[in-house]
């Protein structure tokens, strides 16, 4: 059966995980090595020992995201989270840095090393690169990829798969979005936010809701709209064409990933493990989506139809995509 594995921003969403069937929950410290640093969410050291007790104890395994970029000269909490990590018996580490990277598979060689889609791997020479030097055991890819390109990977490697399957979309190089650092000032690789909260501001003007990022408007629409989060990936642009302009969504539309019903595909591709993105959501939304994909992963194993529509009032505007999986995107 493919690994379901699942997200958990709080104490009480990793115990929602477990309890709704994830076989395996990512999370992160409390702090700027994991990138969905947040007020409010991830783990104190003594949250995270007592959340991956509980996850053990059912038969459920927890890998920790130490997947920002440190600073130069500045790599202590960094170190002292693989340290962490490693002494709270984490069945694997998530990270992106090769200097990170290369420390952790020097200073704890028996612990089980995981490359982020923040690192951006996205072909067998870089994905056999980090496998070959530190030891990596698995590659999240990005979610730029279409199933045949993902085929074609497997066959070239020697290390295990992991794709997303549902939640956000990201439709720029991972970890790396330069539109996102342009607005705000910070790197979502090295600060761990891509359209941070703190540079959001909704405003109510000449009836219609606005929502910008930065100085950036990025939605307009009228009142009694929803108004989509202001990401600029899924902003609404005027872009010249010719002879004329275009106003839309130029990059892709608010909408959500949704590949379930591409998991027998992506099983036949020879994936390992299915990714759920959401660690800043809510313990209710993560149980439901959970009990969702497992089902559908074990419909899978078992050679049956994938349930549908069983998630489309938790993606982004009620609407969603298979993205690059299916290279049916802009």
């Keep these: 059966m493919m690994e379901l594995v699942c997200p958990a921003g709080t104490p009480a969403a990793l115990r929602a995980a477990v309890d709704a069937g994830a076989h395996t929950v990512y999370c992160g410290f409390a702090d700027e090595t994991n990138a969905r ?29 130490i997947n920002t970029f440190p600073r130069a000269g500045d790599q202590a909490l960094w170190h002292r989270a693989v340290s962490d990590a490693a002494g709270l018996d984490a069945d694997a580490v998530i990270l992106a840095d090769p200097g990170l990277i290369a420390h952790a598979a020097q200073t704890h060689p028996h612990l089980r090393l ?30 730029v990829l279409s199933v045949e390109e993902i085929t074609a990977i497997n066959r070239e490697i020697d290390i295990e798969t992991e794709v997303f399957v549902f939640g956000g979309l990201c439709v720029m190089a991972e970890g790396r979005c330069s539109l996102s650092s342009y607005a705000t000032g910070l790197s979502p690789n090295m600060n761990g936010v891509c359209s941070p909260a703190s540079h959001v501001a909704y405003a109510d003007t000449g ?18 709209m929803p108004v989509p989060y202001p990401t600029l990936c899924k902003g609404c642009f005027t872009s010249p064409g010719d002879g004329s302009s275009q106003t839309g969504h130029i990059f892709e539309d608010p909408v959500s990933l949704d590949a379930t019903r591409l998991i ?49 009032r938790l993606t ?3 609407a969603a995509t298979t993205g690059a999986y299916a290279k049916t995107w802009r």
Aim: hydrophobic share 45%.
């Design 37 to 65: 640093n947040f007020p409010g969410l991830n783990f104190s050291r003594e949250e995270m020992a007592q959340g991956i007790a509980y996850a053990h104890a059912r038969g459920a395994k927890v890998l920790i995201a």
């Design 114 to 143: 995981h490359l982020s889609v923040q690192a951006a791997a996205a072909n067998p020479d870089a994905i056999n690169f980090h496998a070959r030097t530190f030891g990596i055991r698995r590659v999240v890819l990005p979610r």
């Design 207 to 224: 009836g219609n809701h606005e929502a910008r990022l930065g100085e950036f408007l990025i939605h307009r629409t009228p009142k009694g």
């Design 264 to 312: 027998p595909a992506l099983q036949k591709a020879g994936v390992t493990a299915l990714k759920i993105e959401g660690r800043q959501r809510s313990r209710a939304y993560v149980a439901q989506v959970v009990r969702a994909f497992r089902a559908a992963v074990e419909a899978a194993d078992q050679g049956a139809p994938m349930p549908e529509g069983l998630l489309a």
């Design 316 to 318: 982004e505007g009620q």
